[in-house]
């Protein structure tokens, strides 16, 4: 069964910028997808960001130029590197496996991101 640990969230000014990590265990990390997804209040869970085992990479309209998405097969990690943030980029993030780009894992906790001033 896989595990997904998210962390690195937290409060932060407009145009501020923050890092989520996400470590999975429990599947052979390095040949999966790796998807980062996100829920605001009232809304439906979004992808954000994926990254093949390749390292191809994809993003949201909504977040390209300004997030980037990486990984380190050798620490099992997935990264999301956010950077100009907006408020409208408040949200739990969440981090998965992915086959093509459907997540298959059991969804962790998330992590909290809050832009404010």
């Known amino acids: 069964q896989v595990q997904l640990v998210e962390s690195g969230g937290g409060l932060v000014q407009p145009g501020g910028s923050l890092r989520l990590s996400c470590a999975a265990s429990?599947?052979?990390?390095?040949?999966?997808?790796m998807v980062w997804y996100r829920q605001a209040p009232g809304k439906q869970r979004e992808l954000v960001a994926r990254?093949?085992?390749?390292?191809?990479?994809n993003y949201a309209d909504s977040v390209k130029g300004r997030f980037t998405i990486s990984r380190d097969n050798a620490k099992n990690t997935v990264y999301l590197q956010m950077n100009s943030l907006k408020p409208e980029d408040t949200a739990i993030y969440y981090c998965?496996?992915?086959?093509?780009?459907?997540?298959?894992?059991?969804w962790g906790q998330g992590t909290q991101v809050t832009v404010s001033s």
């Open positions: 998965n496996v992915a086959m093509g780009s459907i997540p298959f894992g059991s």
């Open positions: 429990g599947t052979i990390f390095s040949i999966y997808a």
């Open positions: 990254i093949t085992s390749g390292g191809g990479t």
